[in-house]
């Protein structure tokens, strides 16, 4: 039996099974229906059939139906280490969807053929996001090969869809099956900063709207005798923008900008030539509000604005929900934020810390179903870019995190 320094040091001789898993993954395009792709099952095959040859046999399915790909299903698969206890489970939440290549001229490798070059692996998807899933699967290698077996159950979590909204993946799991028990620790290996340092605890409520308002065209030179949607647009806009300092003040620290953000920002073509008043005129905003504000709050709020400048300009104006998701905050003090960035500091030196966000991650729907999770991995965030690379360090670095987290005593 071994122990967590033979773990440790074999995951230092883990570079050539790395580098393997991460070339056979990158040479299957798991492109989801909406980039014109057939989605991730024959990756799904193949990573099965990797991690059964290495011994990790216990592999469930939970494939979500999809009728628009070849298989008729996207594939979610659960990996398991059995431990000795139950409860206190620790999961590695990683996706296996890529994004398209992009302009292929920006590239100076094949995006679908993964190469090695000065400690990085460049292709598409090696960091977004196989360096997370190939750092959990080798700190379960880590255990299978060293004859550990870890106090409470180690599951791996692959999921299809995160790219287009977890549709298929995370949200038709939680949706449909029971996979996730109160105590269990969940990390999401799909963002991060280049020392490790970051551990993502929240996001702020995300709403984008889209505002239409209906006035009355008339030529420019007599404006009195219409009602201008585009000048109406303009006030709500500022009227939108100022709930900032008005009502929704809070700060945070742990986000950046510490405070909600409710920006205008795209705008529809209204009237095609200048000397014309328009009567119709459609604005859209941005708004990220700190997690203790609910959406339902804010849409409260700018439905009053907008009907105090409807009867101001004499105009009609609605608006829809163009997206919108909440969930509330990780407490910076839950077991897996205080565990987890203890193995980030034993492995890389540095002290972690809980942050918040602005933009979204499926921690979102984990939180908003009552799993409290973290966001993180080390990572030079090359995601979604031509020449995306993952270092090997981050990789081999990452998996002893993990390895570290399965094996603290709780």
């Not at 100022?242 to 900008?257: K, L, N």
Request: glycine share 8%; with cysteine; charged share 25%.
């Amino acid at each position: 039996m071994g122990d967590i320094k033979s773990a440790l040091a074999y995951l230092d001789k883990a570079e050539p099974g790395i580098v393997e898993l991460e070339t056979l993954l990158t040479a299957i395009p798991a492109l989801a229906p909406e980039s014109g792709g057939d989605g991730e099952w024959k990756k799904a095959e193949a990573l099965e059939a990797w991690l059964r040859s290495k011994g990790l046999t216990d592999i469930e399915h939970h494939d979500a139906p999809d009728p628009r790909v070849s298989a008729g299903k996207r594939p979610n698969l659960v990996v398991t280490i059995k431990g000795k206890n139950p409860g206190k489970r620790v999961w590695i939440m990683a996706h296996t969807d890529v994004v398209p290549e992009g302009d292929r001229s920006l590239w100076d490798t094949e995006p679908f053929k993964a190469v090695l070059k000065d400690g990085k692996l460049y292709g598409r998807g090696v960091e977004d996001n196989q360096q997370g899933l190939v750092s959990g699967v080798f700190a379960a290698l880590a255990l299978l090969d060293n004859g550990i077996q870890p106090e409470h159950d180690v599951k791996l979590l692959l999921v299809a869809d995160e790219e287009f909204g977890s549709v298929y993946g995370i949200q038709w799991l939680l949706a449909n099956r029971q996979l996730f028990q109160a105590d269990d620790l969940i990390v999401v290996p799909d963002g991060g900063k280049a020392d490790g340092s970051e551990i993502e605890t929240a996001e702020k409520n995300i709403c984008w709207l889209k505002v239409a308002t209906k006035g009355k065209q008339c030529h420019a030179s007599r404006p009195d005798d219409g009602a201008n949607a585009f000048l109406a647009n303009c006030e709500l806009a500022l009227e939108l923008n100022r709930m900032e300092t008005e009502v929704f003040t809070d700060r945070d620290p742990i986000f950046d900008p510490q405070r909600s953000t409710i920006t205008p920002t795209k705008k529809d073509a209204n009237v095609p030539n200048i000397n014309t008043v328009p009567a119709d005129d459609v604005f859209y905003v941005d708004m990220r509000v700190l997690p203790q504000y609910s959406v339902d709050r804010v849409l409260k709020e700018c439905q009053a604005r907008m009907d105090k400048v409807a009867a101001k300009y004499g105009v009609k104006m609605s608006y829809e929900v163009v997206q919108r998701n909440e969930s509330p905050a990780t407490p910076v003090d839950a077991p897996v934020v205080t565990l987890l960035s203890k193995a980030v500091e034993d492995t890389y030196g540095v002290k972690a810390k809980a942050v918040g966000i602005g933009g979204g991650t499926v921690g979102a729907y984990l939180r908003k179903a009552g799993f409290p999770c973290v966001v993180w991995s080390r990572q030079d965030e090359t995601m979604h870019a031509p020449n995306e690379y993952a270092k090997i360090e981050n990789i081999v670095g990452d998996a002893k995190v993990f390895l570290r987290l399965i094996l603290a005593q709780r």
